[in-house]
């Protein structure tokens, strides 16, 4: 199936870690991507990790990727209200022009 | 300053009636494509082109018509639009659509109500 799932909310306090899960289905993934859409506005790229790569560090952002589980993280180090947002994990496919969306995780970040 | 345009951002409209929401990039790219958004849903692709005069479908294409005569614009067409594509939409465009090297920029978003 072509399914990308996460959870629906996360809330967490201000200055603590969230951790933002996604599970997809299909092996032949190559690219898996991290948007983070405000209220309101569109969806903006955060990252993106390659299939062959195990783990990417982006200033707050750490992306970990099991292959073999099929299961892709969102770590948001030190967590700011700005943070607050709806965040969807993507999967690219090598055979497909097609970018295949999660159903997003609503982040709510509380003083 | 490099953007996706949409318009309009809300409209409300009744069943049956013809509408168009636009679509404009100024980043000459050559992919662009239409999303809808949905509650538990997330983003699913309605229609897509790798460059002009070239349409495919994506996973929800019903009720929907695209036509791309123009680099630049893209416009998503509800013929006769119906109370289930009610949605939030999203155009997104990216230099080649090569998704190896590509980011896809995205619009605003259109909310649309259909009565």
């Known amino acids: 199936g072509e399914d990308v799932e996460q959870s629906l909310f996360l809330s967490v306090r201000e200055g603590d870690s969230s951790v933002i899960n996604c599970t997809y289905t299909?092996?032949?993934?190559?690219?898996l991507y991290w948007y983070k859409q405000e209220p309101g506005a569109g969806l903006q790229l955060l990252t993106y990790?390659?299939?062959?790569?195990d783990m990417k560090q982006d200033q707050r952002l750490t992306v970990l990727l099991n292959k073999k589980d099929k299961h892709l993280s969102l770590r948001i180090a030190d967590t700011q209200t700005g943070d607050s947002a709806i965040y969807f994990c993507?999967?690219?496919?090598?055979?497909?022009?097609?970018?295949?969306f999660g159903t997003g995780t609503r982040l709510q970040v509380f003083p | 300053e490099a953007q996706v345009t949409q318009n309009p951002r809300y409209l409300i409209t009744v069943t049956g009636k013809k509408l168009t929401v636009t679509c404009s990039q100024n980043m000459n790219h050559e992919y662009m494509s239409w999303y809808r958004q949905d509650p538990g849903l997330g983003l699913r692709q309605i229609y897509y082109s790798m460059n002009v005069e070239v349409t495919d479908k994506g996973d929800v294409p019903e009720g929907y018509k695209v036509s791309r005569k123009e680099k630049r614009n893209f416009p998503l067409i509800l013929e006769s639009p119906s109370p289930n594509q009610t949605s939030l939409y999203f155009c997104a465009s990216s230099p080649t659509g090569q998704r190896t090297i590509d980011t896809q920029y995205f619009g605003p978003g259109t909310r649309l109500t259909v009565l």
């Open positions: 990790i390659f299939s062959n790569m």
């Open positions: 299909d092996s032949s993934s190559t690219y």
């Open positions: 993507a999967e690219s496919r090598s055979n497909t022009d097609k970018l295949i």
